[in-house]
């Protein structure tokens, strides 16, 4: 990498949270203090970012990720120069585009023509430049007939369009695009991701925010993930991704389990059990619940991986158990022990119980364990619904835990549908076709803390 | 001042862009178009002229006919009061251009007095061929570009004042409108100055007011068609200049904090 074309050196930037009180009392503090942070309390302020460092190199592709809130759109801001660090130093060398806000700037009252022409300066063209490149931009967007008509009357495909177009046009030297690719149909998208590659191509820098986490790593040299304004981890698009999709997947698994214990607490207060004696609820669809004589009752329910360890994230494939924790205060002779699995839509999956299956029940006193293991968990990615139960033999239910446990697949391949059959590919004859290089899936479990 | 200066020139281009497209804006959709830029202060005058012959007859000799005299006081006093008014909420209004775009936010300010002066040049020519109808028009209207300068001063040190101080006083826009009107009343505009009184406390009142030397100036110019105000007027130009540097000290001061704010 030669030198860089964006440094970022502990760059902190604290913002305002929100109070009624006026950032500044008085027009004396205004003019004398020009700052909007020098009186603040710490309860009163956010800081967005927190002293992250950087480099992005000339020429180089740069992908910030992180979840909601991490602070990636403002350190793009920082960049682009629209606001300016609280603390910390940043340079960027050169022209600087940014597609924060596509068409940002479009007056709706006046044509696209004349749009094309004031945003162009706005981006920091000449009027000449503009006209130069006016036919390239129009025929970019695509919007030759309308581009005389007024902006108003542009769907806001055509609008976005027509800002993107604009935008990539000033030929920067430095490119920032925040998650604006989700523009207009398929067609566009591939066309704007061409004029990237290009850009790429032609050794001009791009910085760019996603959570396309494929695009980050067909395309980037390079990754920053920011957790909470901090930087969690930089480097190689690979190691960078999967590190964030496990902590993604982490922070999943502890919400699903608090989830899941809320819901078996709400669910203790439901419904008398004489009034839903027998079947579910009928012709309500399915609905999250829990009743039942609990002449034997579920005391816990857990998810637990090929290592006997407890989550809530799998992956496709792995071995999954079902763990019950069974406790029967009086001896009873006639049990059944099922389980069903649903989509999140209330799809049935699979169910199953031990009376299908043949196991005849002989008798059960105090604590007990019951497991299910699934080999090989063949669902796509999603989120999936567990019902548990345990009932008479005719059906009258002593426990049953309806959809208030879940688990999450999460997959790198994106298929549809709910089952995955185990499967594999094969060609031949005039079929010529290469393999995609091996894709494993994540490893979950490992270092999820 | 000097950077606010040069900023505006380096952005000349950007801001005559937004000129022309405010100006082309405005009147877009309606039926009339560009001719409101005419029509408007003719309305305007019409309604001034029924007041001050039907309903308060003035009767002052030196200032007669006296909807030509309110008409040379009156076009100014609208670019100025419109400039105020509208920049006061210009940069709350373009918040996503500051916000998401890298925009040179003091360009809005400038634009809104800019374009306000272009309507006020489009509507000068109809108070001219009225002069002109009434044999008043003389040589003095070629000195026009002094008070226009001044007053163009004065409007884009308080425009920038405004704006910034707005985002973050919002109150400032509903007192404006207060102080405008009063302001208008301050100014000799419906009235002659030179009828009150020497020494009278009004007319060391009125003294202070910059409009009033601008708005003088124009009436000589343009009606009375001989001009000895320039002691005033040299005056109010040095207001303006002190305004544009209070208003361009301020904008700095909170240029980063705006598009936090808006």
Redesign the interface.
């Known amino acids: 990498m030669s030198e860089p074309a964006i440094v970022g050196r502990d760059v902190t930037k604290v913002?305002?949270r929100f109070t009624h009180r006026?950032?500044?009392r008085t027009?004396k503090s205004?003019?004398l203090t020009?700052?909007?942070l020098s009186d603040l309390r710490p309860e009163e302020t956010f800081t967005a970012l927190d002293g992250v460092s950087f480099e992005v190199g000339r020429g180089s592709t740069f992908a910030v990720i992180g979840e909601n809130g991490s602070g990636k759109s403002t350190l793009l801001?920082l960049v682009?120069?629209?606001?300016?660090p609280t603390r910390g130093a940043l340079s960027v060398a050169g022209r600087?585009s940014?597609l924060?806000?596509l068409g940002?700037?479009f007056?709706p009252?006046?044509s696209g023509r004349?749009n094309v022409?004031?945003n162009g300066?706005?981006?920091?063209l000449?009027?000449r430049e503009v006209d130069r490149r006016f036919d390239e931009i129009v025929d970019f967007a695509e919007l030759r007939e309308f581009i005389d008509a007024?902006v108003k009357t542009y769907s806001s495909g055509m609008y976005m369009r027509l800002g993107f177009a604009v935008a990539i046009h000033v030929d920067p030297d430095v490119l920032l695009i925040d998650e604006v690719l989700a523009v207009g149909d398929e067609a566009f998208t591939r066309k704007c991701l061409d004029k990237i590659a290009e850009f790429r191509r032609r050794g001009k820098t791009i910085l760019f925010v996603t959570h396309s986490l494929g695009l980050v790593e067909k395309m980037c040299d390079d990754v920053l993930w920011l957790r909470h304004g901090k930087a969690a981890l930089r480097g190689d698009p690979k190691r960078v991704v999967d590190a964030y999709l496990t902590h993604v997947a982490a922070g999943e698994d502890a919400q699903l389990a608090s989830r899941a214990a809320a819901a078996v607490a709400a669910a203790a207060g439901g419904p008398p059990p004489e009034a839903v004696l027998g079947e579910a609820p009928a012709g309500t669809g399915y609905r999250s619940g829990r009743w039942g004589s609990r002449e034997i009752e579920i005391r816990a329910v857990r998810l637990l991986d090929g290592r006997g360890r407890g989550r809530h994230v799998f992956v496709p494939g792995e071995t999954v158990t079902l763990a019950l924790s069974v406790h029967a205060p009086r001896p009873v002779d006639d049990f059944v022990f099922g389980v069903g699995l649903f989509a999140a839509d209330g799809t049935s999956i699979y169910g199953t119980n031990t009376d299908i299956e043949g196991f005849s029940p002989r008798r059960l006193e105090g604590d007990a364990e019951v497991r299910l293991t699934l080999d090989g968990l063949s669902l796509v990615e999603g989120t999936y619904l567990v019902d548990v139960a345990a009932h008479r033999k005719d059906g009258t239910p002593y426990d049953y835990l309806r959809g208030l446990h879940s688990f999450r697949v999460k997959s790198r391949t994106p298929d549809v549908g709910l089952y995955r059959p185990a499967h594999r590919w094969s060609f031949a004859g005039g079929a010529e076709i290469e393999a995609p290089p091996p894709r494993g899936e994540l490893e979950l479990g490992d270092d999820s803390a | 001042m000097i950077a606010a200066l040069r900023a505006l020139v380096r952005y000349r281009a950007l801001v005559q862009s937004l000129v022309s497209r405010e100006l082309k804006a405005r009147y877009r959709g309606s039926v009339l178009g560009f001719l409101w830029s005419f029509v408007n202060p003719l309305l305007l005058l019409l309604t001034y002229t029924l007041v001050f012959t039907v309903i308060l007859p003035n009767r002052q000799p030196d200032i007669q006919p006296f909807f030509l005299f309110l008409f040379c006081g009156i076009l100014p006093w609208t670019w100025f009061q419109a400039s105020l008014a509208e920049s006061s909420g210009v940069i709350i209004a373009g918040g996503n251009l500051i916000k998401k775009v890298l925009f040179p936010a003091e360009v809005l300010p400038a634009v809104t007095v800019l374009a306000n002066l272009v309507h006020f040049l489009l509507a000068l020519p109809i108070l001219v061929a009225f002069l002109a109808l009434q044999g008043r028009l003389s040589w003095t209207a070629l000195l026009l570009p002094l008070p226009i300068l001044v007053q163009l001063v004065l409007s884009l040190g308080l425009a920038l004042f405004l704006s910034a101080l707005t985002v973050h006083f919002r109150d400032i826009q509903s007192i404006l409108t207060h102080v405008l009107h009063l302001w208008f009343f301050a100014t000799p505009v419906i009235y002659s100055y030179a009828a009150i009184g020497e020494g009278t406390l009004l007319r060391r009142a009125l003294r202070l007011n910059p409009m009033t030397h601008v708005i003088v100036t124009y009436q000589q110019m343009l009606f009375h068609g001989h001009v000895d105000h320039w002691r005033g007027l040299f005056l109010a130009f040095l207001v303006g200049v002190v305004a544009f540097a209070a208003g361009a000290f301020l904008f700095d001061r909170l240029r980063d904090t705006l598009p936090e704010e808006v």
């Not at chain 1, 682009?80 to 300016?84: L, M, Q, S, V």
């Open positions: 913002y305002r006026n950032q500044f027009l205004a003019l020009g700052s909007v801001k682009a120069g629209i606001t300016k600087v940014a924060i806000e940002a700037g007056h009252e006046i004349e022409v004031i300066v706005m981006l920091g000449t009027r007024p």
